[in-house]
């Protein structure tokens, strides 16, 4: 398998964290969506990432469903990022809300770095977003006193607000008060002391069209 996309991006890296947890062999071609537009393209015309390309050479796009393939592929025994039930219900919940704040946190990106002048409507739409986002994931992860969101396993949505933090602190580092939220901060620097999240990591660099 090849999976494509750079590790400051935190949807590749949870798709990578799955990968090496589950113990399937990949290739990593870190190739960004500006920089490498032109490669993506050859596999995914949408030119996003992550893009996991199977060794029949099928393509996946969309960190969740790459999630759901490599889930079925190792099968529910092997699957322990997964969970049925409730909890399984609560994952997808969570894991949810952690992946619409890093989609607003590039989109707040990309308007402070890409435009000439940002809208600032459209800033502080996306930090409310982002902040009251973060205070519901706060409260949830307060709430529950067992090592990971549902148990003493990682899961899915563990990884995804790990890498979600991880993200936004560092590539919008001036954005927020980042002392709000101290148990997602303290979630996130127990996962990315895990062997599978440094193996998967890079500092963040934002490429702009035209440069690589």
Not at 10 to 37: I, K, N, Q
Not at 66 to 75: E, F, P, S, T
Request: proline share 6%; glycine share 4%; charged share 25%.
């Amino acid at each position: 398998m090849i999976l494509i996309g750079q590790y400051d991006s935190p949807f590749v890296r949870r798709v990578a964290v799955a990968l090496t947890t589950y113990g399937l062999a990949f290739e990593h071609r870190p190739w960004s969506t500006f920089g490498d537009a032109d490669k993506i393209s050859k596999f995914n015309p949408l030119r996003r990432v992550p893009t996991l390309v199977m060794d029949d050479r099928s393509v996946f796009m969309d960190s969740a469903a790459i999630l759901a393939v490599l889930d079925d592929m190792v099968g529910p025994e092997r699957a322990s990022l997964a969970r049925r039930g409730q909890d399984g219900r609560d994952l997808l919940r969570i894991a949810a809300l952690a992946s619409g704040v890093a989609d607003k946190g590039v989109s707040l990106l990309y308007e402070r770095v890409l435009r000439e002048t940002a809208f600032p409507l459209w800033v502080d739409r996306c930090k409310l977003q982002i902040r009251e986002t973060l205070d519901l994931l706060e409260a949830e992860r307060q709430l529950r006193p067992t090592p990971w969101l549902f148990d003493e396993a990682l899961s899915h949505a563990d990884v995804m607000v790990a890498t979600m933090l991880s993200f936004i602190s560092e590539a919008l580092a001036g954005e927020f008060e980042w002392s709000r939220w101290p148990a997602l901060a303290a979630h996130a620097a127990a996962a990315e002391a895990l062997a599978p999240f440094r193996e998967a990591r890079q500092p963040y660099r934002l490429v702009k069209p035209g440069e690589s």
